[in-house]
């Protein structure tokens, strides 16, 4: 079966130190994104790629980069963490939209926990 | 610009009863509707979704929405609730741009409680 699978599911890390946090969909999905989820703000979007070689800024995209080199992974990340960074992130990829314009489903990672020190 | 304002954080029920988990959103012309489920340490998982279609949208385990354009709602039901409905529940509008690409705008969430 397709999949999204992220890693790590849990990481520590200090303050000042570069993280990568991986995301690989075996949808074969064009669209893939990233979001951090925080309490009493829902999810919010770091960054999302519709293509190879294409990426955009999200809403939150201060201190977060990420770059698309093949289909399947789009990792992102963390120049030099801050602590105001500790949250969980979730990748997502969905389909284009329709020809109708009808907005695709979104395919959901388990998510990837993330503690800055 | 498109938003949604999800009116309760939290929602406790019993089990057996009614579920009423309330949007409500604002866009400029006809919006992509969806709902979406969260349970504990997991990833998000689509419920159901409105595109312009029937108003009354019916997705898995039960629970349906419908699309409200004169009230600009999309409120989620479920006759009876079950214990493992227990979870978060996101309601979300896409941004609807077009073309090949859309974005979706999350509410802040509903944490559904479920009491025996």
């Known amino acids: 079966d397709a999949e999204i699978t992220q890693s790590p599911r849990h990481k520590i890390t200090e303050t000042g130190r570069q993280v990568t946090l991986a995301c690989h969909q075996t949808?074969?999905?064009?669209?893939m994104f990233w979001y951090r989820q925080d309490l009493g703000h829902g999810l919010r979007l770091i960054h999302y790629?519709?293509?190879?070689?294409?990426?955009n800024k999200g809403e939150v995209s201060d201190g977060y980069s990420v770059s698309r080199s093949n289909t399947e992974d789009l990792p992102l990340t963390l120049e030099s963490a801050a602590s105001s960074q500790t949250s969980v992130y979730f990748c997502a990829s969905s389909d284009p939209p329709g020809e109708t314009g009808d907005t695709g489903e979104l395919f959901f990672g388990e998510g990837s926990r993330l503690t800055v020190l | 610009a498109q938003s949604v304002t999800q009116l309760d954080s939290h929602v406790s029920v019993s089990e057996g009863t009614p579920v009423l988990l309330r949007c409500n959103y604002s866009?400029?012309?006809?919006?992509?509707l969806f709902w979406y489920v969260q349970h504990p340490n997991k990833g998000l998982q689509l419920l159901l979704k409105?595109?312009?279609?029937?108003?009354l949208v019916k997705g898995i385990n039960g629970f349906e929405a419908e699309f409200k354009k004169s009230e600009t709602s999309f409120h989620l039901t479920k006759p009876s609730a079950h214990m493992s409905d227990a979870a978060e529940y996101f309601c979300v509008v896409s941004d609807g741009y077009g073309g090949a690409t859309n974005k979706l705008i999350f509410g802040t969430g509903t944490l559904l409680a479920v009491q025996p």
């Open positions: 866009s400029s012309y006809s919006p992509s």
């Open positions: 790629s519709y293509g190879v070689q294409d990426t």
């Open positions: 949808w074969n999905h064009n669209n």
């Open positions: 409105y595109t312009s279609a029937a108003t």
